[in-house]
């Protein structure tokens, strides 16, 4: 920091900046970097630039920050664009305004708090939560109709998983088996090993410490679950020392109390997801891996999730999608972050990339839709699976240097035929059929028919619709008693992870409002 602003500035951060150096340059040289830390350039950046930097400043990366300037008594407050990383704010009983990461952090504290909205920012001295993000993406009634090639959609992704690989400890893989997260696996092991082999020079900011003989890549399902032989198939292609981690039913149950602690949330979807991968986090940390790249906002993104196969047109397709990015926050963004965390583990999505989402978001949704030219059916998110269904190419990294080259052995494909084309499984099936239905029956269970009769009297707001919604909002509200919290999860009917305005697509979706993707008959196990 420039010597007038030592100790005059202080910076409370989580996150990473992935395009720090860049960011850096930009700045005046006269800035002195006391750390090695990504996130230092963001306290440059407001003493060059002021509260205003992130709109003056094109900063990629996931962060929740608060900045307190002494000598002006000046306190700013910002989430990154997508929120990947938590914020929650609130209000003491003096009047004092409190800033977390974690709900646990304001609930004893403070009389009310919510979410910190992704992309806004907030400034002490004008008393306001105001956005400091705008794209025009996020308008869905502005329908874009760029056209965008598989090649420019794989190589954006190429880039995002070189930004992603920035790291000071033990990296791993999550790899369910599915697409997702099969492709950044792939991209991150032909990218691992190219870097270790080029000058330090090349590879910039990236520290190759944090790189083992092999990348580490963890599973985790039921005994003879889909994910689980998925997973192996691609581990083996890929190179990566594999890790499948099962659990017992029971063990799922029992983890119950302390997964609705740590997520915060009783949203249906989301507990069903984040229990296994509560499990897993565990036995992730225990190999001293430290942050994991995984395969989350890619459905929301493209289009992924099975009810897609039942939009009226590309145009309803495309504000749905706007609808799930922009509240990605509160689900697979929750999930990922706090189930993860609460062991230590920290989870990078380079579909969530900055980039990486204007580029998507801003192609026409046609590409998109699962219907091809001639009005015939074909795969959710097919111009992504078209984009990677080549042999490993030389495609130039942002920088022009031939970053996923071909092996020695000569080329190779990105993933195996059977996983590159498998059908959207949601992470909550994958990990075992049964887990879902065993689910349903432990709450039929343990919630009676006279509890859930009086559902809308204890619970006015969001009233569970089915005994496993009674059973985790009771967990819930067992952690957190506030009415404000309870409003920090969103309600309304989903099949298959849709929003409630996709419902009215199908007259089936109606009567059928199920969270898993086997609700959707197009799932080739659906109920």
Not at 346 to 369: H, N, S, T
């Amino acid at each position: 920091i420039n010597a007038e602003y030592m100790g005059t500035v202080v910076l409370a951060v989580n996150g990473e900046i992935y395009n720090c150096s860049e960011l850096r340059k930009q700045l005046n040289p006269s800035h002195e970097f006391l750390t090695g830390s990504d996130c230092e350039v963001l306290l440059h950046a407001y003493v060059e630039f002021g509260p205003e930097f992130l709109t003056k400043l094109y900063v990629n990366g996931m962060f929740s920050f608060v900045l307190y300037d002494i000598e002006k008594d000046l306190y700013i407050a910002a989430r990154d664009p997508i929120g990947i990383m938590p914020l929650y704010y609130g209000t003491g009983r003096d009047g004092s305004m409190w800033f977390a990461s974690e709900m646990k952090g304001l609930n004893e504290h403070c009389e009310t708090f919510q979410n910190f909205p992704p992309g806004h920012l907030f400034n002490s001295a004008i008393g306001e939560v105001m956005p400091w993000y705008t794209a025009s993406w996020q308008d869905p009634t502005l329908i874009p109709r760029k056209q965008i090639t598989p090649q420019e959609v794989r190589a954006a992704l190429d880039a995002s998983v070189v930004r992603h690989l920035m790291s000071e400890a033990p990296m791993g893989l999550l790899l369910s088996g599915g697409l997702d997260s099969s492709l950044v696996a792939s991209l991150a092991s032909l990218h691992c090993e190219f870097l270790k082999n080029v000058p330090s020079d090349v590879t910039d900011s990236h520290n190759l410490d944090g790189f083992w003989p092999k990348l580490h890549s963890f599973c985790i399902g039921l005994e003879g679950s889909p994910d689980l032989a998925a997973s192996e198939k691609v581990a083996k292609m890929i190179g990566s020392r594999h890790h499948s981690c099962t659990f017992t039913i029971q063990e799922g149950l029992d983890a119950l109390s302390d997964v609705i602690y740590h997520i915060e949330t009783y949203d249906v979807t989301t507990i069903r997801a984040s229990t296994p991968m509560y499990l897993m986090s565990r036995k992730i940390r225990a190999f001293g891996v430290k942050s994991v790249l995984s395969g989350e906002g890619a459905d929301e993104l493209f289009g992924g999730y099975l009810y897609f196969h039942k939009a009226p047109n590309s145009a309803e397709m495309h504000s749905e999608l706007v609808r799930k990015v922009s509240n990605l926050h509160l689900f697979d963004c929750l999930r990922a972050n706090k189930s993860l965390l609460s062991w230590g583990v920290e989870a990078r999505v380079p579909f969530l990339d900055r980039e990486f989402v204007e580029l998507v978001m801003g192609m026409d949704p046609q590409l998109k839709f699962c219907k091809d030219a001639e009005n015939k059916p074909r795969i959710e998110k097919h111009i992504l699976r078209e984009a990677f269904d080549c042999l490993v190419s030389n495609a130039p990294s942002p920088k022009k240097q031939k970053v996923s080259e071909a092996p020695a052995d000569g080329p190779k494909e990105y993933l195996p035929h059977d996983i590159l084309w498998r059908q959207k499984e949601q992470f909550s099936d994958g990990v075992g059929y049964g887990w879902i239905d065993a689910l349903r029956d432990y709450a039929s269970e343990h919630v009676t028919d006279a509890q859930f009769k009086q559902a809308k009297h204890r619970f006015p707001y969001n009233t569970p619709q089915t005994k496993e919604a009674y059973l985790y909002r009771d967990i819930f509200a067992s952690h957190f008693p506030q009415q404000c919290a309870a409003t920090t999860v969103p309600g309304g009917p989903s099949v298959a992870c849709s929003t409630a305005t996709a419902i009215q697509w199908d007259e089936s979706f109606k009567n059928n409002a199920d969270p898993s993707g086997r609700a959707v008959g197009v799932h080739t196990s659906a109920y």
